[in-house]
């Protein structure tokens, strides 16, 4: 699945060459991301340069005792044994050759908003700090993005608007960083980053080999992924490379967002207005999580049989639920979460946001054991009332 060379008068923007290499288009000997303003150049370039990685071993800055609050959207103030900031690949293959910190147990952070700290984490915290977005393509059907794996998501988006291209929009807003997306496959407003995904890259911590996984390789699902899998705690994702279509068409599936265009009279939206829809929306129902801790969404929309959702249907005629393709559907976790009369309520110094019963918040000084608490308690009621397990979408740590 190679991409297609970048033809410059076409897209209005310049960019250089990339050649082929199976099924993704960069050749680990010669690609590099290339740095966007107003991003500042990092100092030890991200570069795809595997004789230069083994002349040079960089001394790895490792931190121990590293506080983690700043660190996780939830503000939990918990500790690693061990922090690493990882701007460059030559930094992972470092640090597979240093015994002592392979053999600690390993989590890769990216925005850290999602997972929940539960305690303080003995081994060593990978964060993804590498930088730099680029055009590496275009055909007839779709103009190709790649960003590095520690590029904020949002900004990135931005980003993407600003060159002129549609196709990430419904996605605007969700906390976290680039190469987390796809760890996550995450959604909102009817849309899921599988849907626009091409590839990536990642490092086998356990091999040192450079995997290049297209979609079918990653095997996403809802708010699942190879990496929540067979990958876990083994593959570290350095870029992600986006197929945005050429002819984009707005996606209003969900009422919330045509209201919006509607209530700002406009009827012809373009993908910038809808990125201005989504964020307006998100804004009213999340919280900041600067303000206030939390992970943004915390449990997964339920799916369920058909015969149990008319089963529900008929008991609660307001039930909120929407069919799927295999004709089973989706329940909203949230709505089930109302009516179990969660939204408000606290749990020691976790709660419920008021505004949206789906979101999980720490009032102040709440530890993650706080809100596994309250997860659980959550859980149960709906459980009871409802007949429905809610599956929670941040990782425990």
């Not at 984490?121 to 964060?127: E, M, N, Q, S």
């Not at 900004?155 to 196709?167: E, V, Y």
């Amino acid at each position: 699945m190679a991409l297609p060379s970048v033809n410059a008068h076409s897209i209005g923007q310049k960019t250089r060459g990339v050649g082929h290499n199976g099924l993704f288009s960069c050749n680990p000997n010669n690609f590099r991301v290339q740095q966007s303003p107003p991003l500042q150049a990092a100092a030890d370039s991200y570069v795809y340069n595997s004789d230069a990685m083994t002349s040079t071993i960089p001394k790895l800055p490792f931190q121990y005792d590293f506080s983690l609050r700043s660190h996780n959207t939830f503000g939990i103030d918990a500790s690693a044994r061990a922090y690493l900031p990882v701007a460059t690949l030559a930094t992972l293959q470092a640090l597979r050759a240093d015994a002592d910190a392979v053999s600690m147990p390993r989590l890769v952070l990216g925005g850290g908003s999602n997972l929940v700290l539960t305690q303080d984490f003995p081994g060593l915290v990978l964060h993804m700090c590498n930088r730099g977005r680029e055009i590496v393509g275009a055909d007839e059907h779709a103009v190709y993005v790649r960003a590095a794996a520690g590029e904020n998501w949002h900004d990135f988006l931005q980003w993407t608007l600003a060159q002129g291209f549609g196709g990430l929009e419904n996605l605007s807003l969700i906390p976290g960083s680039v190469g987390a997306a796809p760890i996550q496959n995450i959604g909102a407003y009817g849309c899921e980053l599988q849907d626009r995904f091409h590839s990536l890259t990642a490092l086998d911590m356990d091999s040192g080999e450079i995997l290049q996984l297209d979609r079918e390789a990653c095997a996403f699902a809802y708010r699942d992924s190879i990496f929540k899998q067979s990958l876990r705690d083994r593959a570290v994702v350095l870029d992600v490379t986006f197929a945005l279509p050429k002819d984009w068409q707005p996606n209003l599936r969900y009422a919330d967002v045509a209201q919006e265009l509607a209530a700002r009279g406009l009827d012809n939206p373009t993908a910038r207005d809808i990125s201005d829809a989504v964020i307006a929306i998100r804004t009213r129902k999340l919280p900041d999580p600067l303000l206030l801790g939390n992970a943004g969404s915390f449990f997964k929309n339920p799916i369920v049989p058909a015969a149990q959702r008319d089963a529900l249907l008929a008991q609660n005629p307001q039930l909120v639920s929407y069919l799927q393709a295999d004709g089973s559907y989706k329940l909203a976790a949230g709505w089930l979460i109302d009516q179990c009369g969660w939204k408000g309520k606290n749990l020691g110094n976790a709660g419920v946001y008021e505004k949206q019963a789906l979101v999980l918040v720490n009032r102040g000084g709440a530890s993650g054991q706080d809100v596994v608490r309250l997860a659980q308690a959550v859980q149960d009621d709906v459980m009871a009332t409802f007949g429905v397990a809610l599956e929670p979408e941040p990782m425990f740590i």
